[in-house]
């Protein structure tokens, strides 16, 4: 039953949606880069079924006067961790969400994770992290405005 209740709560995410959390703050004129870095995941391996825990960094330049209070960011990064997953499809179902409901300028999210899959079985390398990136928009477009969200990530 504990086992069960692990999963369940692992993968409950699966019966939400993120477009949801979207909901645009009104009468705002902010068209700088916003950055909300070191939200803290944890998913499951679809190929293993074991975790793997990180960071998420969402980053997103406003347009229209479109933005989202900073804790929905936080609550997709949430929703779609909380599935069997890939890293690198929940790197990019997070940007797709934001980019198609939002409609910002750009859109960036990078995922840091350690795999359990990697670090308790098979090549058992404890401390190795997997980095991906998804990348639309302005920050696609402009290297430099890519450059400065690196460089705010890594802080």
Known sequence: ERVADFYAELTEGMWQDAAEQIVPLPGDTHDEMVLVKDISIASV????????VGKCHIAYIPKGGRIVGLSKLARIAEIFSRRLQLQERLTQEIANTLFNELQPVGVMV????????????????????????????????????????????KG
């Open 45 to 52: 391996c679809e190929h293993h079924l074991a975790p793997f």
């Open 110 to 153: 990078v995922i840091e994770a350690e795999h359990t899959c990697m670090t308790l079985r098979g090549v058992k390398k404890p401390g190795a992290v997997t980095i991906t990136s998804a990348v639309l928009g302005g920050f696609r477009k402009d290297p430099r405005t890519r450059s400065e969200a690196m460089a705010l990530i």
